[in-house]
Antibody, heavy 119, light 107 residues
């Protein structure tokens, strides 16, 4: 059974940095494109960033471009999200999600990790 | 940038009834529907507008094309009361957009 386990969330001050990790099991990360999707408290879903299977192509929402960096370590089967210059509006639960084959959808999700940015 | 508008914002129905949720897009593109229950991650229900994801009961169906899409739940079960989101991908900007969600609540 595919599992995605996020970690690295927590409380950070405005302007600070945090690195989220998402460790995959029961599948090889390099085989699939992956994304990070976040959800602010009581709000809807927002796509944050995506990376191709090979890791050669990365994509970002305008709201995080220049501040967040997505990457992957194939040897650890782990996806990362480096978050710098954090703002109060970055406070959210962050989910990693696996793409459904070549389609632009996600069929497997982690349980999420909460990031709280204090002002 | 794609804008997705879901309606209604909240739908109050009883178990056994039929639910019809709408998603209107500003552009024509691939479309998916997700279900999210409190404290849980989203779950893919429908992709390519009409195809059910693995393990999704056949009471869930998707229809529509172009810019108007519908998620139908034929006979509501107690576990179906949740928030539903539609999602699209913009091939030109390579970005993804979600609708604001429809809350399906027990009447």
């Amino acid at each position: 059974e595919v599992q995605l386990l996020e970690s690295g969330g927590g409380l950070v001050q405005r302007g600070g940095s945090l690195r989220l990790s998402c460790t995959a099991s029961a599948f090889t990360l390099r085989t699939y494109a992956m994304s990070w999707v976040r959800q602010a408290p009581g709000k809807g879903l927002e796509w944050v960033s995506g990376i191709s299977g090979s890791g050669g192509n990365t994509y970002y929402a305008d709201s995080v471009k220049g501040r967040f960096t997505i990457s992957r370590d194939h040897s650890k089967n782990t996806l990362y999200l480096q978050m710098n210059s954090l703002r109060a509006e970055d406070t959210a639960v962050y989910y990693c999600a696996k793409k459904l084959g070549a389609g632009p959808y996600w069929d497997d999700w982690g349980q999420g990790t909460l990031v709280t940015v204090s002002s | 940038e794609i804008v997705l508008t879901q309606s209604p914002g909240t739908l109050s129905l009883s178990p056994g009834e039929r639910a019809t949720l709408s998603c209107r897009a500003s552009q024509s593109s691939y479309l998916a529907w997700y279900q999210q229950k409190p404290g849980q991650a989203p779950r893919l229900l429908i992709y390519d507008a009409t195809r059910r994801a693995t393990g999704i009961p056949d009471r869930f169906s998707g229809s529509g094309s172009g810019t108007d899409f519908t998620l139908t739940i034929s006979r509501l079960e107690p576990e179906d009361f949740a928030v539903y989101y539609c999602q699209q991908y913009d091939t030109s900007s390579r970005m993804y957009t979600f609708g604001q969600g429809t809350t399906l609540e027990i009447k």
